[in-house]
């Protein structure tokens, strides 16, 4: 869903700057966004859009270096591209884009946002702030596992304990979705710390320190690694995200299948999950970076990539720990 403030912005434009915005806009990557820029440039005639004297700077500056007039290269450059847009905008009539609806709980609220809600940051401290809100979570999950006796989270009821985790989570992702102040938002990224930190203390109480260690210092290293490969290939973890969600979909269904029909567990989806976790923490981080730099958004991508590396780390424990 798209906010008011990005209607009010898009109702306020030209006709000029309303065209080059359909021009920039991505139908894919921006789903509900397009559907808007598209719907009020179809208030357009194709009279209007003819009469825009739309100019693309790469090609005036290209048609520059060869001492062009402006009447030589306006006529072509414009003409082509509003033929285009004109066909556009008849298919948008056509066959309007679906709005994409809130169906996606966990993430697609927060890495589709385009409009600027809030103070936008410069680039290292909205990473910095991302930085700091994933060592917060961490921090609260070391000291829930130092502190807390595994014997005390072991002594809730099993049905209580399923119930307030999951409630506590989905309590916390939607918050943080919803909202657009960043304390807000990091209230609700504790409501998701939390119950993960108690599946944690259950967890590591079944390993050995140093084993858990381990896993630690190499989902640190994994997660370096797949951030940086995040930031140079965008492209590339954009491509493969929709085969990361049928995977990870596919991946759940066996694995219950497994524990709750078969009575075993292949050691084989551990590995598979670690795969998967990995692209999501790189698409997680180039979508982090492609979405408007404001404190909130940084809090809200931190809450996504943080469970990430959570789910990361669990599996990369569970594989060490049959290795010795």
């Known amino acids: 869903m798209i906010g008011q403030s990005y209607k009010d912005h898009v109702d306020k434009l030209s006709d000029i700057e309303l065209f080059r915005m359909s021009r920039r806009i991505n139908r894919e990557d921006f789903g509900s966004h397009y559907k808007y820029v598209m719907a009020r440039l179809s208030e357009r005639t194709d009279e209007d859009l003819e009469s825009i004297p739309y100019y693309d700077d790469y090609s ?5 270096a060869e001492n062009l007039s402006v009447d030589e290269k306006e006529a072509p450059i414009r003409k082509a591209i509003i033929k285009q847009t004109i066909i556009q905008k008849k298919e948008f009539a056509e066959k309007p884009v679906m709005e994409k609806v ?4 966990f993430t697609n609220e927060v890495f589709p946002r385009k409009a600027v809600e809030g103070k936008t940051i410069s680039d290292f401290l909205y990473n910095f702030t991302m930085g700091l809100v994933l060592f917060w979570g961490f921090l609260v999950n070391w000291l829930m596992v130092k502190y807390i006796p595994t ?4 002594s809730i009821d ?5 119930f307030g985790y999951f409630g506590s989570c989905f309590l916390g992702v939607f918050i943080f979705n919803k909202s657009k102040n960043p304390f ?3 209230i609700g990224y504790n409501f998701v710390c939390v119950p993960f930190g108690f599946v944690i203390n259950l967890v590591v109480s079944r390993y050995n320190p140093e084993l858990v260690l381990d896993a630690v210092r190499i989902t640190g290293i994994v997660t370096l690694i797949m951030m940086i490969w995040g930031s140079l290939y965008p492209d590339f973890f954009r491509k493969i995200s929709d085969a990361l969600t ?12 497994e524990i709750f029909v078969m009575g075993i567990h292949h050691g084989v989806i551990d590995w598979i999950v670690v795969i ?3 692209g999501y923490i790189g698409y997680d981080w180039a979508r982090a970076n492609r979405i408007p730099k404001t ?13 990430d590396i959570i789910n990361l780390f669990l599996r990369i424990l569970r594989i060490l720990g049959r290795k010795r």
């Open 60 to 64: 005036i500056k290209k048609l520059e």
């Open 102 to 105: 809130d169906t996606d709980f």
């Open 151 to 154: 014997s005390q989270v072991e």
């Open 158 to 162: 099993f049905s209580v304990f399923v």
């Open 184 to 186: 807000i938002s990091f």
């Open 246 to 257: 049928i995977s990870l979909g596919v991946v759940i269904v066996v694995e219950l299948f």
């Open 276 to 278: 998967i976790f990995c």
């Open 295 to 307: 404190y909130d958004n940084a809090v809200d991508c931190a809450a996504a990539i943080y469970m």
